[in-house]
């Protein structure tokens, strides 16, 4: 785009240059020239609280050189809001920013404004969200914002058929160490607030799902917290898993697992003195052999359970 100036349709707009204090500011920021224009005569419209076709194409103009502008984005969406701008529309040119910048936070709540204001999911949006997916399966921001659009249009399932469970499926079997996939797992089957019980036979086949991931790679602790987590949500004592985590750290045997220790340990720290004994020994074997890393955290755990050396 030309400068604005030497264009008729902005001829009417005084441009507001950004004040840095003066001639000789400190530390001013070394702005383009285009950018520093086209941000002149933002601010110049919204000064005037101008909400136009013109404007969207400024603001468009100015994401393209800075798409972590956040005040831009709001602005376009107050015009956008303003002239009943066909949501589906936006949604076509922001799928072209979004694949370009993959980590713009900016970009997600913008796209989550636009689509507050529909009633019903387009179909689009689940494919575009696995094509981004796609390039970064653990991008925290297209997570967090499926996790949003899960709650707005109520995708909570606990059948394994539904389109969620099986998009998290296809990524598990991609990579099972995959703990965002893991996350939104839960959040589609336990999110739900109007859910106030789980089924038995879900939380039994999340037990079972869980379990053969675990079987797969003993050694990653995303299965291990989900199982955790379905046995607290469930109401079920973890001594009912026992004898699994014994498989990957039976005492006296090699441990395949340190997850299942610490699974063991906490198991055995909620029993009498002969169990915390146990549970002391587990946490010693984290602290000194299988997880010294985080012996200081081990040893706190040890700690807690009031009882003296083995």
């Known amino acids: 785009m030309g400068n604005y100036e030497d264009i008729?349709?902005?001829?009417?707009?005084?441009?507001?240059?950004?004040?840095?204090?003066?001639?000789?500011?400190?530390?001013?920021?070394?702005?383009?020239?285009?950018?520093?224009?086209?941000?002149?005569?933002?601010?110049?419209?919204?000064?005037?609280?101008?909400?136009?076709?013109?404007?969207?194409?400024?603001?468009?103009?100015?994401?393209?050189?800075?798409?972590?502008?956040?005040?831009?984005?709001?602005?376009?969406?107050?015009?956008?809001?303003?002239?009943?701008?066909?949501?589906?529309?936006?949604?076509?040119?922001?799928?072209?920013?979004?694949?370009?910048?993959?980590?713009?936070?900016?970009?997600?709540?913008?796209?989550?404004?636009?689509?507050?204001?529909?009633?019903?999911?387009?179909?689009?949006?689940?494919?575009?969200?696995?094509?981004?997916?796609?390039?970064?399966?653990?991008?925290?921001?297209?997570?967090?914002?499926?996790?949003?659009?899960?709650?707005?249009?109520?995708?909570?399932?606990?059948?394994?058929?539904?389109?969620?469970?099986?998009?998290?499926?296809?990524?598990?079997?991609a990579d099972l160490r995959n703990n965002s996939a893991w996350h939104h797992r839960w959040f589609v089957i336990f999110g739900n607030p109007d859910h106030t019980s789980v089924p038995t036979e879900t939380s039994q086949r999340e037990i079972d799902f869980a379990k053969s991931k675990i079987r797969e790679a003993p050694q990653n602790q995303s299965p291990w917290n989900y199982l955790k987590g379905v046995l607290k949500k469930s109401g079920l004592g973890m001594g009912a898993l026992g004898g699994f985590a014994e498989e990957f750290a039976a005492e006296?045997?090699?441990?395949?697992?340190?997850?299942?220790?610490?699974?063991?340990?906490e198991m055995w720290s909620q029993g009498g003195v002969e169990e915390k004994k146990k549970a002391e020994r587990a946490l010693a074997l984290l602290a000194d052999t299988y997880d010294p890393i985080r012996k200081n955290y081990w040893d706190y755990r040890k700690r807690l359970l009031g009882v003296g050396q083995a």
Not at 46 to 58: P, Q, Y
Not at 258 to 265: E, P, V
Request: aromatic content about 10%.
């Open 8 to 173: 008729a349709e902005w001829a009417d707009i005084i441009p507001i240059p950004q004040d840095d204090g003066g001639p000789n500011a400190l530390a001013a920021i070394a702005y383009t020239d285009e950018y520093s224009e086209a941000m002149s005569y933002l601010r110049a419209v919204m000064a005037d609280d101008e909400k136009s076709e013109r404007v969207l194409g400024l603001t468009e103009h100015i994401i393209s050189m800075n798409p972590a502008h956040y005040t831009v984005w709001l602005y376009r969406a107050d015009v956008l809001q303003a002239l009943n701008h066909d949501p589906a529309t936006e949604l076509e040119w922001l799928n072209k920013i979004s694949l370009k910048h993959l980590k713009n936070y900016q970009i997600w709540h913008h796209r989550q404004t636009i689509m507050s204001q529909l009633s019903t999911l387009p179909p689009p949006e689940l494919p575009f969200l696995s094509r981004m997916l796609a390039k970064d399966a653990k991008n925290y921001h297209v997570w967090s914002y499926r996790q949003w659009l899960v709650a707005h249009f109520s995708l909570w399932s606990t059948s394994p058929s539904s389109s969620e469970l099986n998009f998290v499926e296809h990524l598990l079997l």
């Open 252 to 265: 006296g045997e090699e441990v395949r697992s340190s997850h299942a220790l610490d699974f063991l340990a």
